[in-house]
């Protein structure tokens, strides 16, 4: 595809639930990256993909989040047993590789969560 | 650590004229990245300019300059010619050569554009 996709676009669920977003990255790009926008802040990191492995973990806020990829493609956020505090928009970002400290980040629409 | 600081949520300008965003960083490191995105309601991030830490040239983009002042830690975007379209939020963004890659952001300054 042309950009990064990201699935769904929006999704509400009750307190307690399970959720997977999906991040669907560029062809080609080793480097996938997940933040989280809550209402009116900036982008807080959550984990670093480097092809199917994740050297950074370090932003993932509680064990109720994991992540994983599938290759150097599709990735899938999963937050167990959802919160209220999880609201929020969560963006996926890929790019060439993770090392280039040169090198652009191009992100997806985002999903936007609403936990009732 | 690396923090990023907007210290300005809202600004508002009118359509032709120009408009200043500031934005400040913390950082030990000496080779790094800054970056300016631009996020409209659609919400899609969108990659306005960037700057090397490296090159004493600021950064020019067409209407998207920024005054980089390294021992300031300071990196403003400068916006010349203002559009309606130029309404967005904007991230001032810190990506250091330690952090594999991950984008350090401030809360955002929103711009409004007035006709």
């Known amino acids: 595809g042309a950009g990064v996709s990201q699935s769904p676009s929006n999704k509400v669920t009750e307190k307690g639930k399970d959720v997977e977003l999906r991040c669907d990255p560029i062809?080609?790009?080793?480097?996938l990256y997940w933040y989280r926008q809550r209402l009116g802040q900036g982008l807080e990191f959550l984990i670093y993909?480097?092809?199917?492995?994740?050297?950074?973990k370090s932003g993932l806020p509680s064990d109720r989040f994991s992540a994983e990829r599938t290759g150097e493609s599709v990735s899938t956020l999963t937050i167990q047993r959802t919160q209220q505090e999880d609201s929020a928009v969560y963006l996926c970002?890929?790019?060439?590789?993770?090392?280039?400290?040169?090198?652009?980040?191009?992100f997806g629409p985002g999903t936007r969560l609403t936990v009732l | 650590a690396q923090t990023v600081t907007q210290s300005q949520p809202e600004m508002s300008v009118q359509e032709a004229e120009t408009v200043t965003l500031s934005c400040t960083y913390d950082?030990?490191?000496?080779?790094?990245?800054l970056f300016w995105y631009k996020q409209p309601p659609s919400r899609q991030m969108i990659l306005v300019i960037r700057?090397?830490?490296?090159?004493?040239q600021n950064a020019t983009e067409n209407r998207f300059s920024v005054n980089f002042q390294k021992a300031a830690k300071s990196f403003s975007l400068k916006i010349s010619d203002s559009q309606l379209g130029d309404t967005a939020m904007y991230f001032c963004?810190?990506?250091?050569?330690?952090?594999?890659?991950?984008?350090?952001f401030g809360r955002g300054t929103q711009l409004t554009v007035w006709p």
């Open positions: 970002a890929s790019t060439v590789s993770g090392r280039g400290l040169y090198n652009e980040q191009f």
């Open positions: 062809s080609g790009h080793t480097a």
């Open positions: 993909f480097q092809g199917n492995s994740a050297p950074d």
């Open positions: 950082t030990s490191e000496n080779n790094y990245y």
């Open positions: 700057q090397e830490a490296y090159k004493q």
């Open positions: 963004a810190f990506k250091g050569g330690s952090t594999l890659g991950r984008l350090y």
